[in-house]
C-alpha cells in the first residue's frame, strides 16, 4: 500500500483494492491490493499493458464490477459501506466516460435524450429545461445543438466522444472516470477530444483518473502517473519523476517504447525487451510479479514481494534503478 500523500485531503481514496473474477478456488485476480489517492483538480494517469486491470480498477470504483476487498473512498467518506441515500447521491459526483463512444451509446436514443438522461432520472427538470441544459452541453463540448435528434449513427467517432463526454458533465461532477476516451479515435480527432478535456478541467475544476496505454497522451494531460502491471501499482509518481526519471525497470521498459519522431534520434535510443510473458493471474505468486521478465533479478525477488513504498515517488522494487 502507498504511503497517503501530504496536504488537502484526497478527493478519492482507493486502498488495497481487489477485484477478482471466475472460481473461488481459482480466481482471476484483476485487480490486486491497489491503492492511490486523486486529489481535487488533478489529473491521475493510470497506465500499463492491455489487461494488467486499469479499465477493472475504474468500474470497480463506479460500482460496475464487484470489490472483494479493499475500501473506495469519497470526500472522506466510503462508499463500500454508505448509506442509500449517500449511493444515489455519488453518481453525481463521479461519472464515466468509456473507451468505445458507439458501444455506450444506446443506439435506439437521439442525442437529446442521451444527454439528458441523467438528469431524467434524477429529476426535478421539466422537459423545457432539460432541452436548455442540452443545448448548453453540446455547446460546452463543441457540438451544433441542431443535432440533438440525430442518432449516435449519425455522429463520427469524435462527435460520439464528445456526447458521452456531454452526459458525463451533466450532473456537474467533481470527479470524471476517463477509460481509454481517445484511443478508438483517429490521431487528429484525438488531440480535439484532448485539448477539450484540459479546457473543461480548467475550467470547472475537474479531477480525472485517466486510463491509457499510450504515455504520450499521458504525458500531454496527466499531472501524476500511476504504472500497473499484473493487476498492482509497482511505481506512481509526479509525471516529471516517470518520465525522466522512472526507477521501476517495468516502467523502463514501457518508457522506452515510446515512438521518437526523430529517426535519427530514434536510432541512438536504446530499447528494452521484456522477455517471456506475464504469469498466469489465476495462480498464487510467490516473490515479485516482475522477477520472471526483469533484467535485474535477483534471489531475493524471487521469494519475497515488494511493497509500494514512497510518498512524492513510490515505487514496488527491492533493487529500484
Not at 451533466?170 to 478535456?197: G, T
Amino acid at each position: 500500500m502507498s504511503v497517503p500523500r501530504r496536504g488537502a485531503s484526497p478527493l478519492l481514496a482507493v486502498r488495497d483494492l481487489e477485484v477478482r473474477f471466475g472460481p473461488t478456488k481459482l480466481p482471476i485476480r484483476a485487480v490486486d491490493r491497489v491503492s492511490f489517492d486523486v486529489m481535487p483538480g488533478e489529473t491521475l494517469g493510470l497506465v500499463g499493458e492491455s489487461g494488467c486491470g486499469k479499465s477493472t480498477t475504474a468500474r470497480a470504483i463506479v460500482g460496475l464490477a464487484e470489490i472483494h476487498a479493499g475500501s473506495v473512498a469519497y470526500e472522506g467518506r466510503s462508499i463500500g459501506s454508505a448509506t442509500e441515500r449517500r449511493r444515489e447521491e455519488l453518481p453525481r459526483k463521479v461519472q464515466m466516460v468509456f473507451q468505445d463512444p458507439y458501444a455506450s451509446l444506446d443506439p435506439r436514443m437521439t442525442a437529446f435524450d442521451l444527454v439528458t438522461e441523467p438528469l431524467r432520472i434524477f429529476g426535478g427538470y421539466s422537459k423545457h429545461e432539460r432541452r436548455l441544459e442540452a443545448t448548453r452541453l453540446m455547446l460546452t463540448v463543441g457540438l451544433d445543438p441542431r443535432f440533438l435528434n440525430r442518432y449516435p449513427h449519425e455522429f463520427s467517432g469524435g462527435q460520439r466522444q464528445r456526447l458521452g463526454i456531454a452526459r458525463a458533465l451533466a450532473l456537474e461532477p467533481s470527479l470524471i472516470l476517463l477509460d481509454e476516451p481517445v484511443s478508438a479515435l483517429d490521431v487528429s480527432i484525438q488531440a480535439q477530444v484532448l485539448n477539450l478535456l484540459a479546457e473543461l478541467r480548467g475550467e470547472r475544476g475537474l479531477a480525472y483518473l485517466f486510463i491509457a496505454h499510450d504515455l504520450a497522451v499521458v504525458r500531454h494531460l496527466c499531472t501524476r502517473v500511476a504504472v500497473m502491471y499484473l493487476g498492482r501499482i509497482v511505481e506512481i509518481g509526479t509525471k516529471r519523476a516517470i518520465f525522466e526519471s522512472a526507477r521501476h525497470p517495468y516502467t523502463r521498459a514501457l518508457l522506452s517504447a515510446v515512438p521518437i519522431p526523430d529517426p535519427k534520434l530514434a536510432r541512438t535510443q536504446d530499447r528494452t525487451l521484456l522477455r517471456g510473458d506475464p504469469p498466469s493471474p489465476d495462480r498464487e505468486r510467490v516473490g515479485c510479479a516482475f522477477a520472471s521478465r526483469c533484467a535485474f533479478v535477483q534471489e531475493r525477488c524471487k521469494h519475497e514481494e515488494p511493497q509500494l513504498e514512497g510518498e512524492e515517488h513510490g515505487v514496488a522494487c527491492f533493487f529500484p534503478c
